[in-house]
T-cell receptor, first 114, second 118 residues
Framework: AQSVTQPDIHITVSEGASLELRCNYS??????LFWYVQSPGQGLQLLLK??????LVQGIKGFEAEFKRSQSSFNLRKPSVHWSDAAEYFC????????????FGIGTKLQVIP | DTGVSQDPRHKITKRGQNVTFRCDPI?????LYWYRQTLGQGPEFLTY????????KSRLLSDRFSAERPKGSFSTLEIQRTEQGDSAMYLC????????????????FGPGTRLTVL
């Protein structure tokens, strides 16, 4: 069964600093990978996704993520964080075999300080 | 494209009561999903419909839970004889099959229904 690990439960960064959120997955075949963001009390918004092709994926709000097969990782990055980026971020993995179930990580809560 | 909508946004009920939630997917999407998210956790998959057919069900979906999508448009999730452990955010998502490689679709989420069971 596939699984997702987000090792950092909470991260605090200063506004304007760079950000990297870690995600490791476990899945035997080529994964379908997603990053979502959730503001308090709200649903999830898709930031970016990776299915195949270029391993560096650009998303919305200035985010990018890099797929590294050798490390089973899909880390999310942003060069300069804004106060409005404070939220919870979820990494998720889907199947390549046609099943539609998506498995989410536990999430990383991002705090941005002035 | 008005996005996925869910109703109600909040529901408070007493233990033992039945509750029903509604989800309206993005209009052209033929796939619809239900997830449950408890505090401090990521969403957990409950079930998935393609048109009106329920194709996948999680073991989390006990006999007290039932989901329907009778005309392949909106869906309802009913919980019978609610328990305090059912308190959670119930999220609905939808997708349109555009992935020709046959893998997981990109799922678009609604705002969720927060259930509190007293």
């Amino acid at each position: 069964a596939q699984s997702v690990t987000q090792p950092d439960i909470h991260i605090t960064v200063s506004e304007g600093a760079s950000l990297e959120l870690r995600c490791n997955y476990s899945y035997g075949a080529t994964p379908y990978l997603f990053w979502y963001v959730q503001s308090p009390g709200q649903g999830l918004q898709l930031l970016l996704k990776y299915f195949s092709g270029d391993t560096l994926v650009q998303g919305i709000k200035g985010f990018e993520a890099e797929f590294k097969r050798s490390q089973s990782s899909f880390n999310l990055r942003k060069p300069s964080v804004h106060w409005s980026d404070a939220a919870e971020y979820f990494c998720a993995v889907g199947f390549s075999g046609g099943y539609q179930k998506v498995t989410f990580g536990i999430g990383t809560k991002l705090q941005v300080i002035p | 494209d008005t996005g996925v909508s869910q109703d109600p946004r909040h529901k408070i009920t007493k233990r033992g009561q039945n509750v029903t939630f509604r989800c309206d997917p993005i209009s052209e999407h033929n796939r619809l999903y239900w997830y449950r998210q408890t505090l401090g956790q990521g969403p957990e998959f409950l079930t998935y419909f393609q048109n009106e057919a329920q194709l996948e069900k999680s073991r989390l979906l006990s006999d007290r839970f039932s989901a329907e999508r009778p005309k392949g448009s909106f869906s309802t999730l009913e919980i019978q004889r609610t328990e305090q452990g059912d308190s959670a955010m119930y999220l609905c998502a939808s997708s349109s099959r555009v992935n020709r490689q046959g893998g997981t679709d990109t799922q678009y989420f609604g705002p969720g229904t927060r259930l509190t069971v007293l």
